[in-house]
């Protein structure tokens, strides 16, 4: 359950040059220029596009980044989608449902920047739908009252834009492209969370504490969406060799508290760590420890809602199953009148 399907399998080389032994040396000489040339692109912090030779282990990291990152987008949509029922208002209802439709929407230009890599999205929802595939683990706990809907849009959001404005400059052209677009309104949704929030704090006293019990649950959740700290990344190096990954995931996490801490104090809330505290020798806030154990318990399948949100997900797909059949008898359609016509 929840392993990784298109990890690179143990010992393939990151760099063609390695499989010297099986190769002619006429076949040899054109794989080390292509090496080269990929290798030229990449010191020069230049794009390489679909059609470009590539390293088979830079494509197979790639189908796994891009691939999790669809799939927790449209994982995404479920803890807040539970809400559009209840929003509160007509204004907080449209605004919910343009959001979780916007991260349907970043799913799909995901995918089709993961499709460019030769991986088609049957594949890639296949690999989610039967727990192949990762998502992001902070998509595996509850959304229990309307705060909920606020701390994601302020948190999650707020943790996914710290995470995905580096990726707007990652080596592989698609994907990087894709970011610009998704960055855009991943900024309208941690906008409109704060703002819900802020409401919500100058209400009464039952919707201040809802609001901070949501920070309570959240906090250290969205800590470790970044991933484990440094010296347990085992995709960073390569990662960040290969111009995919720009910033480290613990320079991103503390970014991110460094960015969160002024704003918690300007809506009024508690951030829940009794060891946050401003280190002027770094120049950054200290913070408390991040349970690991809890974020791979949860990454690994055991999370509150993991077999839930998976299930959520296949249905929606089953049920969506007669659109894309309808889709398909109509280009099959289309495609034969074009050939009578042409006939
Ligand atoms: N959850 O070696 P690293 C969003 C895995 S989108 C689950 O450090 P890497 C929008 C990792 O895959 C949120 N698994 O890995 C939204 C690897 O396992 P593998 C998603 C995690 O790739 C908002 C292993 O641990 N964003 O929120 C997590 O260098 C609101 C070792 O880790 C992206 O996907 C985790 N949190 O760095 C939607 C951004 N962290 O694959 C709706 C793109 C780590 O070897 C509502 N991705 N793992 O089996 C990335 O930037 C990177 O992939 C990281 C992980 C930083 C997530």
Redesign the pocket.
């Known amino acids: 359950m929840y392993?990784?399907s298109f990890?690179v399998p143990d010992g393939q080389a990151a760099d063609t040059r390695e499989f010297k032994s099986v190769l002619s040396a006429h076949d040899q000489e054109v794989l080390n220029a292509a090496q080269s040339r990929f290798d030229a692109v990449i010191d020069a912090d230049g794009k390489i596009e679909p059609k470009d030779w590539m390293p088979e282990a830079y494509r197979k990291t790639l189908v796994?980044?891009i691939s999790?990152?669809a799939h927790?987008?449209i994982v995404?949509?479920l803890p807040?989608g539970n809400w559009i029922s209840r929003a509160p208002s007509l204004k907080r209802k449209a605004i919910l449902i343009a959001k979780v439709q916007d991260?349907g929407g970043?799913g799909l230009y995901l995918y089709s920047a993961a499709e460019t890599l030769g991986t088609s999205r049957d594949q890639l929802l296949d690999a989610l739908h039967t727990g192949r595939a990762?998502?992001?683990?902070?998509?595996n706990y509850p959304t229990l009252t309307w705060a909920d809907v606020g701390v994601?849009g302020w948190l999650?959001?707020g943790?996914?834009i710290m995470?995905?404005i580096p990726?707007c400059r990652c080596s592989y052209g698609p994907y990087a492209r894709a970011m610009v677009r998704i960055c855009k309104e991943?900024s309208f949704?941690q906008r409109q969370g704060f703002e819900s929030l802020m409401v919500m704090m100058q209400g009464n006293a039952e919707q201040q504490s809802m609001v901070q019990d949501a920070v309570n649950r959240w906090w250290w959740k969205c800590l470790?969406?970044?991933?484990?700290p440094d010296a347990d990344?085992?995709?960073?190096t390569q990662?960040m060799r290969w111009g995919i990954?720009r910033v480290s995931?613990d320079d991103l996490r503390q970014k991110f508290v460094d960015a969160t801490v002024p704003q918690a104090k300007v809506l009024g809330v508690t951030l829940p760590d009794p060891d946050l505290i401003w280190n002027e020798a770094r120049g950054h806030h200290d913070y408390g420890q991040i349970d690991w154990d809890e974020f791979w318990a949860t990454?690994n399948g055991n999370g509150p809602c993991n077999k839930e949100r998976l299930a959520t997900r296949v249905k929606a797909h089953e049920d969506g199953q007669w659109v894309r059949d309808a889709a398909m008898a109509y280009a099959r359609k289309q495609q034969s009148r074009q050939q009578a016509e042409a006939a």
């Open positions: 392993t990784q990890n796994r980044q999790q990152h927790s987008e995404g949509m807040e991260e970043h990762k998502y992001s683990s902070i998509f994601i999650v959001d943790a996914a995470n995905q990726l991943e949704h470790a969406m970044f991933g484990p990344s085992t995709n960073s990662g990954k995931n990454v």
